[in-house]
């Protein structure tokens, strides 16, 4: 992993174990140019499960068959919605006087992603609940 991906309070791997990342271990991985030993971890649908997202299941001849993940979020001026669908991608909702803004991010495969997506948007760390 490149140094500049490494955020405080965002999970990885270290050594086959999966770590918080805290300044101190910044810090010392930084110092050490330990780079490779840190892996992004994967994510999967147990882990969106516990971060708080809700499976939900379509099957609508219209827009196919499958599923995707949904989180709400309330915003300090208007809530957003998270749809992580099964191909890696990740859109944003965020509706304001009935103007819908939908980004759509694609190759979203990791968990620091996600995390910091999370953070930039809500100022909150996203955890496993």
């Known amino acids: 992993m490149k140094k500049e991906e490494l955020k405080i309070g965002s999970s990885y791997n270290f050594n086959g174990k999966e770590i ?3 300044p101190k271990k910044i810090k010392a991985i930084i110092s050490l140019g330990d780079y ?3 892996t992004p971890i994967e994510i999967t649908d147990d882990r969106l499960i516990a971060f708080g997202f ?3 299941i379509y099957d609508y001849a219209w ?3 499958g599923h995707d993940y949904i989180l709400k979020l309330n915003g300090a001026v208007f809530g957003f919605t998270l749809v992580y669908e ?3 991608s990740l859109s944003i909702s965020c ?6 803004i939908t980004p759509h ?3 979203f495969k990791y ?3 996600l995390q910091a997506l999370y953070f930039a948007l809500t100022s909150n760390e996203l955890k496993a609940k």
């Open 20 to 22: 918080v990342m805290t």
């Open 36 to 38: 490779d030993t840190i």
């Open 54 to 56: 809700k499976k939900r």
């Open 63 to 65: 827009a196919g068959y």
């Open 86 to 88: 099964d191909d890696f």
């Open 95 to 100: 509706e304001e006087d009935d103007n819908a």
């Open 105 to 107: 991010i694609d190759r």
């Open 111 to 113: 968990v620091h992603q």
